[in-house]
C-alpha cells in the first residue's frame, strides 16, 4: 500500500479529533502531535536541521490556540525557502477544519498554498482519498 | 444519543476495531466533559470570544463522533459568539447543549 513509512505531524488542539487523526495515518508512518502551533513550529524546527528528517506530511487544524493554522503555514512555507527545501521536498500541507466557508478554504490553498483541505466530520475513506491524491499512498 | 451510537459510527467511519473503541471511548467522553466544563466557564465570564472558540471546538468533536444535533447547537454558539451577538442568550444555548451532552455523559459513568 505504502512505498515507505511517511513522517507525519499533525497539529490540532482538540483532543479527540487528534487522536482519531493519529488512528487514520499512524498506519502509514510515524505520527508526531502537536497541540498548538508553537508545539508544531518547535517540533519542525528540529526536523529542519536534517533534510532526511524533514516531514512528509502535516496535518493542520486552522482554530488553534496562539498561532492559527494560517500563520503556521505562513511560517512553514517560508521557513522551507530559508532552508532550501523547495519543489517535491516541500511538505504536503493538507488542512483539517471544521471550517467550510470559502474565505478559510480560498486562503489555506491560494494564499497558504496547502495541498489539500478537508472538513470535520473526517472519515477514514475521507483521509485515504487525499492521501492518494497527494500521491503519498498508492491506489491498493 | 448514546454511547452505543458513537460506537457504531466509530465502526461505519473509522473501521476501527470494537475493542480498541472500547478503550478510547471513556477519553472520548472525558474530553466531552471537559469541553463542556470549559463552556460553562467561559458563560460564566461572560466571556463571547470564548464562548465563540470552545463552540467551535465541541462542534469539531461532535461531528467526528457522529453527534449531529449537539454539534449543531455548538455550531449556533460559535455563529453567534463569533458575530459578537452580545444581546443572544448564550445560556439558553449552552443549557440547550447541556440537555443534549448531560445523558450521554452520566450514562457512561454507569
Known amino acids: 500500500m505504502i512505498e515507505k513509512g511517511l ?18 495515518l499512524s498506519p502509514f508512518g510515524e505520527c508526531h502531535e502537536a497541540a498548538n502551533g508553537n508545539e508544531a513550529l518547535s517540533v519542525l524546527m ?3 536541521e536534517s533534510p532526511l528528517d524533514y516531514f512528509d506530511l502535516v496535518c493542520l487544524d486552522i482554530m488553534l490556540p496562539g498561532l492559527n493554522g494560517h500563520e503556521l503555514l505562513q511560517y512553514i512555507r517560508k521557513i522551507e525557502e530559508e532552508k532550501g527545501i523547495v519543489g517535491e521536498k516541500i511538505a504536503k500541507v493538507m488542512m483539517v477544519s471544521s471550517l467550510s466557508d470559502t474565505e478559510n478554504i480560498v486562503q489555506a490553498l491560494v494564499v497558504g498554498k496547502c495541498q ?21 499512498i498508492n491506489d491498493n | ?85 452580545s444581546g443572544s ?15 450521554l455523559l452520566e450514562n457512561s459513568r454507569m
Open chain 2, 89 to 103: 442568550d448564550f445560556k439558553e444555548l449552552v443549557d440547550k447543549l447541556h440537555l443534549l451532552m448531560d445523558p
Open chain 1, 116 to 136: 489539500a483541505y478537508i472538513t470535520k466530520p473526517i472519515t477514514r475513506g475521507r483521509v485515504e482519498e487525499q492521501l492518494r491524491y497527494l500521491h503519498l
Open chain 1, 46 to 48: 528540529d526536523s529542519f
Open chain 2, 1 to 85: 444519543m448514546t454511547l452505543e451510537n458513537i460506537k457504531a459510527h466509530l465502526l461505519a467511519q473509522f473501521h476501527l476495531p470494537e475493542e480498541q473503541i472500547e478503550i478510547m471511548l471513556p477519553s472520548f467522553v472525558s474530553a466531552l466533559e471537559s469541553h463542556m466544563n470549559d463552556l460553562d466557564l467561559a458563560l460564566n465570564e461572560n466571556s463571547i470570544d470564548k464562548i465563540a472558540k470552545v463552540g467551535h471546538t465541541i462542534k469539531g468533536a461532535c461531528l467526528n463522533l457522529g453527534l449531529e444535533a449537539e454539534a449543531e447547537v455548538a455550531f449556533e454558539i460559535e455563529q453567534r459568539g463569533k458575530a459578537k451577538e
Open chain 1, 7 to 24: 513522517k507525519i505531524l499533525i497539529v490540532e488542539d482538540e483532543f479527540i479529533s487528534r487522536l482519531l487523526l493519529r488512528e487514520m
